[in-house]
């Protein structure tokens, strides 16, 4: 089973603009990362925030977590057509294995 | 510094049969996890080993299994293959030094069971 979901599911917008994602969980957490998959291949990390973060800044990425709400958005400035991919946010809540847990997912259209 | 490989890229098989996927850790990481993505989803853990021993397990059933070699390189098996074992298995690195847990993850193996 998934830890939370993303919101929303699909995402499409133009080059230049911005794209905000939402990811909600469950349980409490050591930190929470956020990471792009291309076309259905490897995972590539993004930005780590830990639980007493409220906000980070890697780039064009901008992520922020409440941990009292249990949300995390994350933002893409000036998105694109190369930010086309689907997003996930996976948290890790310290147990045994240090198992992350993901999301379902945001999947992100970039228009030229 | 190499990443996260994995191997074969691409594998078909049929229901029943016994499949065995390979994944390298990135330089320096000693923890390797596995993870099953169906088509659409997020992925799922299936389980985690660490100075070859497994050190963490999801909900996964037995016929899923794993290995872990001095060089921190893993397998996993899946035997008695079922049609809905059809995913992409993701391997991922980490170092267990780190207290962030950020995991880095390999191309994949997309398996097909027919």
């Known amino acids: 089973s998934q830890q939370g979901e993303e919101d929303p599911q699909a995402l499409s917008i133009q080059e230049g603009e911005n794209a905000t994602m939402n990811c909600s969980y469950k349980?409490?957490?050591?930190?929470l990362q956020w990471y792009r998959q291309n076309s259905g291949r490897g995972l590539v990390h993004l930005i780590l925030?830990?639980?007493?973060?409220r906000e980070k800044h890697s780039g064009r990425l901008r992520v922020t977590l409440d941990t009292s709400k249990k949300s995390s958005s994350l933002l893409i400035t000036a998105s694109r057509a190369a930010d086309t991919a689907s997003y996930f946010c996976?948290?890790?809540?310290?147990?045994?294995?240090?198992?992350?847990?993901f999301g379902g997912g945001t999947r992100l259209m970039v228009k030229p | 510094e190499t990443g996260v490989t994995q191997s074969p890229t691409h594998l078909i098989k049929t229901r029943g049969q016994q499949v065995t996927l390979r994944c390298s850790s990135q330089?320096?990481?000693?923890?390797v996890s596995w993870y099953q993505q169906a088509l659409g989803q997020g992925p799922q853990f299936i389980f985690q080993?660490?100075?070859?021993?497994?050190?963490g397990r999801g909900n996964f059933p037995p016929r899923f299994s794993g290995l872990q070699f001095p060089n921190y390189s893993s397998e996993l098996n899946v035997n008695a293959l079922e049609l809905d074992d059809s995913a992409l298995y993701l391997c991922?690195?980490?170092?267990?030094?780190?207290?962030?847990?950020?995991?880095?993850f390999g191309p994949g193996t997309r398996l097909t069971v027919l």
């Open positions: 996976a948290t890790d809540g310290g147990n045994a294995g240090n198992m992350l847990t």
């Open positions: 925030i830990r639980s007493n973060e």
């Open positions: 080993y660490y100075r070859e021993e497994e050190n």
């Open positions: 330089s320096g990481h000693n923890t």
């Open positions: 991922a690195s980490s170092a267990s030094s780190s207290s962030y847990n950020e995991q880095f």
């Open positions: 349980t409490s957490i050591n930190n």
